[in-house]
């Protein structure tokens, strides 16, 4: 384990000889498992310990990093003399002046401590039951059918010239499976995947989810009103979620530059950051640059309430901090925690309803290619649901969704009680109830 008594006297030892008064390190320690297996073969298997160090040091207004992934007390003295040399040949900024936080007066305390970690024996155990299960529940189950699974825990500490100690843990495991089902020449798959204890996980869903989709007709094309799935507006906001970075925003990457407090979306829309969402296993308790971490309203009620700063960029814009710093081997970024829509106060059935003849989209790809993060432009192949009548009806394919993602925030109808996160082993991710949208773009049958 790492002694961090050990590592921060040695590096203020190598700080006092080499004349640094301003110093922090930042070390951390994980533990990662996962694999896969398709049909009834155990086709990947990584077990990893992830260990780095970073130094930081100011002199003279200027601040140099160096990063190692060797944690001891041998790697100190090259660690501090090469963020000293970083420092010397670095570009100063008039605009940013760096510090050593010396640390807040409060700092949130976590009401979850942390997740199931499983065993490399229990993952193995998990996915043979899990295929095993999936396989028998439905004779559409096709080969090629496969689940992974992972887990994993890490710990950070910080520590400074200015005294200040912190430290902070996570654990959590996932599965997920992705079943494919053949009827005669009709192919269909879907994923799901769930955190929390992957001994009791239930994948039955997933072959619910692709069996729905059998028989698939198409869409006609034509502007119709939209209801996306919580999977499925989730990806739009981890591909947008940059638009709400003050960085993006003074550099002219974001339309909300000089928007706080004017209505950007429609006034059901409430989006919240939120580093202690009740039970999520990877709370955060500090940002990358030691500040304490809060939970607050980025979108109220459809008002722009804030964007999220690192102490950097919140002094470039004249502002605070909003504790979402994330240190990178090139500095300090801005990066959300949990990041979702609010829930409504309405079920699905009352949703699907106010869709009237629309499409209930379930499944999208091609994000990486079909939107555009700075202009909010999209173009989305899709899968999905008819709604006739608000009543949803048969599955239908091929087709493609295509809008503006800050037009569309202003042009939500309702949203949903169904929140859901997407799951990740990070400190990142984004959730949505599902959404309506009044009128978007389909691209289907002619």
């Known amino acids: 384990m790492i002694d961090r008594k050990v590592l921060r006297d040695a590096?203020?030892?190598?700080?006092?000889?080499?004349?640094?008064?301003?110093?922090?390190?930042?070390?951390?320690?994980?533990?990662?498992?996962?694999?896969?297996?398709?049909d009834d073969e155990l086709v990947d298997f990584s077990s990893a310990t992830d260990t780095s160090i970073s130094a930081r040091v100011i002199v003279d207004g200027r601040e140099g990093?160096?990063?190692?992934?060797?944690?001891?007390?041998?790697?100190?003295?090259?660690?501090v003399s090469m963020a000293l040399e970083n420092s010397r040949v670095k570009e100063i900024d008039p605009s940013y002046a760096p510090e050593i936080h010396k640390g807040d007066e409060c700092y949130p305390q976590k009401t979850c401590l942390g997740g199931h970690v499983a065993t490399a024996s229990q993952i193995k155990d998990v996915l043979a039951r899990t295929q095993k299960a999936i396989f028998a529940s439905d004779g559409r189950v096709s080969k090629g059918t496969g689940s992974s699974a992972a887990t994993g825990s890490g710990e950070t500490y910080v520590e400074n010239s200015k005294g200040l100690s912190l430290h902070d843990s996570w654990s959590s495991s996932y599965i997920s499976s992705s079943v494919i089902v053949k009827e005669g020449d009709d192919?269909?798959?879907?994923?799901?995947t769930v955190e929390g204890d992957i001994t009791k996980a239930d994948m039955s869903p997933a072959v619910e989810k692709a069996v729905r989709r059998l028989g698939a007709g198409t869409a006609e094309s034509g502007s119709r009103p939209v209801i996306f799935s919580?999977?499925?507006?989730?990806?739009?906001?981890?591909?947008?979620?940059?638009?709400?970075?003050?960085?993006?925003?003074?550099l002219g990457l974001s339309p909300y530059r000089d928007k706080v407090d004017t209505q950007i979306a429609a006034s059901c829309v409430t989006l919240i950051d939120d580093p202690l969402y009740p039970?999520?296993?990877?709370?955060?308790?500090?940002?990358?640059?030691?500040?304490?971490?809060?939970?607050?309203?980025?979108?109220?009620?459809?008002?722009?309430?804030?964007?999220?700063?690192?102490?950097?960029?919140?002094?470039?814009?004249?502002?605070?901090s909003t504790g979402n710093a994330v240190s990178t081997p090139a500095g300090s970024a801005i990066r959300p925690y949990s990041?979702?829509?609010?829930?409504?106060?309405?079920?699905?059935?009352?949703?699907?309803?106010?869709?009237?003849?629309?499409?209930?989209v379930t499944a999208m790809k091609g994000f990486h290619a079909g939107a555009d993060a700075v202009s909010g432009d999209f173009s989305i192949e899709s899968s999905g649901f008819l709604i006739r009548d608000g009543k949803v009806e048969g599955p239908v394919q091929g087709f493609t969704v295509a809008g503006n993602f800050f037009q569309m925030l202003k042009d939500i109808v309702a949203v949903a009680d169904d929140l859901e996160f997407d799951v990740t082993l990070s400190g990142f991710r984004?959730?949505?109830?599902?959404?309506?949208?009044s009128s978007l773009s389909i691209a289907g049958k002619d």
């Open 430 to 437: 984004t959730g949505s109830p599902s959404v309506l949208v």
């Open 230 to 250: 919580p999977e499925c507006f989730n990806m739009f906001l981890s591909t947008f979620s940059s638009a709400f970075s003050g960085k993006s925003a003074l």
């Open 279 to 320: 039970d999520y296993p990877a709370q955060c308790t500090f940002d990358g640059d030691a500040y304490a971490t809060f939970t607050k309203p980025v979108i109220e009620s459809g008002i722009l309430r804030t964007l999220l700063y690192n102490r950097q960029w919140a002094l470039k814009a004249g502002c605070q």
């Open 11 to 38: 590096v203020g030892r190598e700080c006092d000889r080499l004349g640094v008064e301003d110093w922090e390190i930042v070390f951390s320690y994980g533990t990662s498992i996962s694999a896969e297996m398709v």
């Open 65 to 79: 990093v160096a990063t190692s992934q060797r944690v001891d007390e041998s790697v100190i003295p090259a660690l």
């Open 339 to 360: 990041f979702y829509i609010a829930p409504g106060s309405i079920g699905f059935d009352d949703l699907a309803s106010q869709a009237d003849d629309g499409i209930y």
């Open 187 to 192: 192919v269909k798959n879907a994923y799901l």
